[in-house]
């Protein structure tokens, strides 16, 4: 069964520009969480989507976004990007949400420069 | 604010030793709790997870819940230099997001 996919890979940007991550679960999975990895902070929840609706959103900026199609696949959004906004973005797949017995397996992530 | 709580390191153990990771956490409802392995520019992979208080062994790998004292462990053994890595503890409950740890910096010394 193949892994979680990421795309693109690496990106690099300028300020004030917009990207679009975009992530394909593990087949059968319904469940997408999106993360924000930097050294400073660690690993930081964006949010979760579960059947194309937003079940959790941590703590960050309206400016990031996302959702889920019918397929499961997720996309996030980062709007009007700023330098503070270079991470590693990394996209986590699970069977179903809420479960707790569920488990995230994790895709390769998309380096994001902001230059 | 739910937080999880691990020391950073690096946690440096002679190659054939035992290396003991700790975690704690401060939701006390929390359910699930699962440590992935990073190695330095990957993602993480997971390594076990466990639900229950008590040990849980999978391989070179044990994980210790004592939902009490609201901690879980790692434990490592025969620790191998391709263990160098770091460990982070994630933790959840129903219908919630996880909340990871800092990570703890593992170096495993031939």
């Known amino acids: 069964k193949a892994g979680v996919t990421q795309t693109p890979r690496y990106l690099i940007k300028t300020r004030g520009q917009q990207v679009t991550l975009s992530c394909s679960p593990i087949?059968?999975?319904?469940?997408v969480s999106w993360y924000q990895q930097t050294p400073g902070q660690g690993l930081q929840f964006l949010f979760e989507y579960f059947s194309e609706t937003q079940r959790n959103k941590g703590n960050f900026p309206g400016r990031f976004s996302g959702r889920q199609f019918s397929n499961s696949r997720s996309e996030m959004n980062v709007s009007t990007l700023e330098l503070g906004d270079s991470a590693l973005y990394l996209c986590?797949?699970?069977?179903?949400?809420?479960?707790?017995?569920?488990?995230?397996?994790f895709g390769p992530g998309t380096r994001l420069t902001v230059l | 604010q739910k937080e999880v709580e691990q020391n950073s390191g690096p946690l440096s153990v002679p190659e054939g030793a035992i290396a003991s990771l700790n975690c704690t956490y401060s939701?006390?409802?929390?359910?699930?709790f699962f440590w992935y392995r990073q190695y330095s520019g990957k993602s993480p992979e997971l390594i076990m997870f466990?639900?229950?208080?008590g040990d849980k062994e999978d391989g070179r790998f044990t994980a210790q819940l004592n939902k009490a004292s609201q901690y879980v462990s790692l434990l490592i053994r025969d620790s191998q230099p391709s263990d160098s890595a770091t460990y982070l503890c994630?933790?959840?409950?129903?219908?919630?997001?996880?909340?990871f740890g800092p990570g703890t910096r593992l170096s495993v010394l031939p």
């Open positions: 939701d006390r409802g929390s359910q699930s």
């Open positions: 466990i639900y229950s208080n």
């Open positions: 986590a797949s699970s069977l179903m949400a809420g479960s707790s017995t569920d488990t995230q397996y």
């Open positions: 994630a933790v959840t409950n129903y219908g919630q997001n996880f909340v």
């Open positions: 087949s059968g999975h319904r469940s």
